[in-house]
Nanobody, 123 residues
Framework: QVPLVESGGGSVQAGESLRLSCAAS????????MGWFRRAPGKEREGIGF????????YYGDSVKGRFTISRDNAKNTVYLQMNSLKPEDTAMYYC????????????????WGQGTQVTVSS
């Protein structure tokens, strides 16, 4: 089991920033591939990106490139999603995910998921 708890969501205006955190209650956090996903109302789940055990991050698609940054602090067992220049279309429930496998083999098939944190961006 890998308990994951997201925090940092909220309601902001377009153009503002938020930083989401995801804390993992496991001592082996540094060995986990960590990912961020989101699901907007009425839409399919969308992958944002992932960060491997060395701290190298990869982002899916173009919708968040240059605006969102994934980082991790292994000493705090926490992964972050820094979101800048937020847009109304970023409104969604945001989830972090974890997996013991290498990031380049996980895809969207992460084994462990948090409960999510809501982000609402108004224009």
């Amino acid at each position: 089991q890998v308990p994951l708890v997201e925090s940092g969501g909220g309601s902001v205006q377009a153009g503002e920033s938020l930083r989401l955190s995801c804390a993992a209650s496991v001592y082996i956090f540094s060995t986990l591939c960590m990912g961020w996903f989101r699901r907007a109302p009425g839409k399919e789940r969308e992958g944002i990106g992932f960060i491997d055990t060395r701290g190298s991050s990869t982002y899916y698609g173009d919708s968040v490139k240059g605006r969102f940054t994934i980082s991790r602090d292994n000493a705090k067992n926490t992964v972050y999603l820094q979101m800048n220049s937020l847009k109304p279309e970023d409104t969604a429930m945001y989830y972090c995910a974890a997996d013991f496998r290498r990031c380049d083999t996980v895809g969207a098939g992460f084994g462990y998921w948090g409960q999510g944190t809501q982000v609402t961006v108004s224009s």
